[in-house]
Nanobody, 123 residues
Framework: QLQASGGGLVQTGGSLRLSCAASGRTFSRYNMAWFRQAPGKEREFVAG????????YYQDSVKGRFTISRDNTKNTVWLRMDSLKPEDTAVYYC??????????????????WGQGTQVTVSS
């Protein structure tokens, strides 16, 4: 029901745009987020957006470089990633929170997940 895409291999300083296409439910009423998981590390919050796109929240390490956005008419959420660094290398997952009002960073709150897309940043 959540399909992430857009990952790939990019050099340091490059850009990628990840997409998360939703289907089967009214995701337009859900807060959405992107998480990432690097090898040997826990899955961590990257960015979140409220159901109406009115509020965004970012992990400190990506502020000013990443932008989360959504278009509810297309049931799609994007993560634009600029100035990529090797430490951004991870599998990126989109997630939906059907119950929350505000954006939360705890992955246990999110009840729908995409399959993940690999982002690799070479130095």
């Amino acid at each position: 029901q959540l399909q992430a895409s857009g990952g790939g291999l990019v050099q340091t300083g490059g850009s990628l745009r990840l997409s998360c296409a939703a289907s089967g439910r009214t995701f337009s009423r859900y807060n959405m987020a992107w998480f990432r998981q690097a090898p040997g590390k826990e899955r961590e919050f990257v960015a979140g957006i409220t159901w109406n796109g009115g509020t965004n929240y970012y992990q400190d390490s990506v502020k000013g470089r990443f932008t989360i956005s959504r278009d509810n008419t297309k049931n799609t959420v994007w993560l634009r990633m600029d100035s990529l660094k090797p430490e951004d290398t991870a599998v990126y997952y989109c997630a939906a929170d059907s119950r929350g009002i505000r954006i939360v960073t705890d992955r246990r709150v999110y009840n729908y997940w995409g399959q993940g897309t690999q982002v690799t940043v070479s130095s």
